[in-house]
C-alpha cells in the first residue's frame, strides 16, 4: 500500500527485508543489543545497555570489536541509554546514570568524556543523543523532558521544549534526529512529532493515531516508525505510508537510517534486517 502527498516529490517504496549475518561474539548470552546508529560508511553500532557494552560491526562484516565495561570512568558506563554515529566518524554515548557524554573514534577507540553536569546548564539523566553537520550535539534530558544544544567542550547554545513552548512543550522524548540541514526531529508523548530549526524555533508538527518510537531523516523528509514496524515518510504538507505494514513477526527495538538504507534490530533476538528506500520519480 502507498499512500502519496503533495508533499513528497515521488513516490517511496521499501525492498523487501534481508536479514544481516551476525558474527556469534554479538549473538545469544554475551551480547543482547537494544540500541543501534549507523554511519556514513554503512558501519553498524550496537548498543548492549544490560552489559555496558559498544559493539563495530563493519560494512563489510569483519574485524568485529566490542568496548565498554561497567563502570563510571573513560570508556566504562552504567546505564548507556542511546548513541549516535552519524555524520562524522566519532561514535557518542550518553551515560543516563552518570550524566556523562562519551566519545569513541569509529574503531571503538575512547577519546574523551563529558560531564554533562559541568556544562554551562546541567543535563540530568540524558536519553538521547545527536550531532549535527556543524559538530554540535543534541541531548535530550529525561528528567527535564527538554533538549539542550552544546558543542563538545559544554558550551550550551540553547535549550529547547521548556515552559517558553506554551502547547508545545515537550513531554516525553522518545527519539530524536537531525537532517542534512540541520533541521530537528522529534517523537514526542508516542503520537506526536515535531521539527525544529538548529536554534529551536518551532517549524511544524504532526501526530499519528498510534505509538511512534523511531525518527530519522531521509533526505528533505522524516522517517517514522513503531515497535510493531509500521513506517512513514511524513513532510510539513502531510504523510506518505512506506508500502510497509505491521512486521507481526517482530518487534522493533530501535531503527537506523543511512545511505537510503532502513536498519531495524528486533527486540529480544537482536537479529538485524536492511530494506532499501527507493524513490519513483
Known sequence: MLLATASIQAQVTLSDWTQIQIPSELTGNQFSPR????????DLYLLDEERSLIARLPADGDNVRIAGGWGETDELFTSGSDLTAAPGLDVLIVDSDTHRLLKFDRQLNFLEELNLL??????????????????E???ASDSEADLTLM???????????????????????????INSINEIGLIDS??????????GRMLWRGSLNMELKFIESTGNEWLVGTAKGEFF?????????????????????????????????????GHIFQAQLRYAE
Open 35 to 42: 540500541r543501534m546508529a549507523v554511519n556514513a560508511f554503512g
Open 118 to 135: 559541568s556544562t554551562d546548564r546541567s543535563v540530568e539523566f540524558p536519553s538521547a543523543v545527536v550531532r549535527n553537520h556543524a559538530g
Open 137 to 139: 550535539v543534541l541531548v
Open 151 to 177: 558543542n563538545m567542550s559544554g558550551t550550551v547554545i540553547s535549550v529547547m521544549g521548556g515552559e517558553n513552548y506554551g502547547t508545545d512543550r515537550f513531554v516525553d522524548i522518545n527519539s530524536v534526529a
Open 190 to 199: 508516542d503520537d506526536r512529532y515535531l521539527v525544529l530549526s538548529r536554534n
Open 233 to 269: 515518510i511524513v513532510g510539513q504538507d502531510g504523510q506518505a505510508e512506506v508500502l510497509q505494514e505491521s512486521l507481526t513477526q517482530w518487534t522493533v527495538s530501535d531503527m537506523a537510517v543511512g545511505n537510503d538504507t532502513v536498519y531495524i534490530l528486533e527486540e529480544g533476538s
